[in-house]
């Protein structure tokens, strides 16, 4: 009965998240039904740039309903971007302003957000300054996001993932929290890196894997709650659900991580 009862589980979790990305029912939660869609046409670019006007740090707010999310370190200016999409519509919003010294970037999907399908072509292809001090929050709905906040200023990363699959690269240089939720996708996090600060990460995933790369040199603990799922985690001291590495208590700096995932598996590694 008890391995009837862990079936039953998997299999409504499973059909949840094909309903939730719109497989059986060609609809979304996040989106309008797909007898609204657009009719994609031919693929158009934009270049977009943004000044940092004076600011001495900045925060960066991006919001897409579908489509693929790529952000990297490297500009001159706060922002420079690349856009391309194939419905007119969709053309990325803009918006900056700089109050007492701080500046305010919101890039957002300016309609209803729509459903993720091959039809469109949808990609934010965005550098950041590396040196200004950065808080970011990341809202996507389906889709692909990539960040790479490794040679950045990073304080504090949201990540809202929605039925996205997520590839984050820490910032070592100045990070002190990471949050990170996805509903139904694969997680990969990067933390390895020279840190300057103690920090905090919190990774709560409904169905996929999560995958996480901790530092060797860095003291690591992990608080890890699964529903159902393996957890690997060679070379961790497992003390019930908590795990920690050998240079936990000795250094200096301490990532405290925390995992929640409802299905699926859990792999932590050490480089």
Do not use: C
Not at 110 to 136: A, G
Not at 236 to 263: E, R
């Amino acid at each position: 009965m008890k391995g009837l009862a862990v079936f039953l589980v998997v299999a409504l979790l499973v059909i949840g998240g094909l309903y939730t990305t719109g497989v059986f029912s060609s609809t979304t939660w996040w989106g309008p039904n797909s007898a609204d869609q657009p009719v994609a046409g031919d693929i158009m670019t934009e270049d977009k740039s943004v000044g940092t006007q004076s600011a001495q740090s900045a925060r960066v707010e991006l919001r897409m309903g579908a489509g693929k999310v790529n952000v990297q370190g490297g500009a001159l200016d706060l922002m420079d971007a690349t856009f391309l999409y194939n419905v007119p519509a969709w053309k990325p919003i803009v918006d900056y302003v700089v109050t007492n010294s701080q500046g305010a970037l919101l890039i957002r999907e300016p309609s209803d957000t729509h459903s993720f399908s091959t039809k469109y072509q949808y990609d934010w292809n965005i550098r950041l300054n590396s040196s200004m001090p950065i808080d970011m929050e990341v809202k996507t709905g389906a889709g692909n996001t990539v960040l790479d906040l490794s040679d950045m200023m990073v304080h504090t990363l949201i990540v809202d993932a929605g039925a996205s699959s997520a590839s984050i690269k820490g910032s070592p240089g100045a990070m002190t929290s990471m949050d990170v939720k996805t509903g139904v996708g694969s997680v990969n996090i990067d933390l390895t890196g020279d840190w300057k600060n103690s920090a905090s990460v919190h990774v709560d995933g409904g169905v996929g894997s999560i995958k996480l790369v901790v530092p060797r040199n860095v003291g690591v603990t992990v608080e890890a709650k699964r529903g159902i799922g393996s957890i690997s985690t060679p070379g961790f001291i497992q003390d019930g659900n908590t795990y920690h590495n050998a240079a936990y208590g000795s250094s200096a700096i301490t990532l405290s991580i925390n995992l929640n995932v409802g299905v699926g598996s859990v792999s932590i590694t050490q480089q």
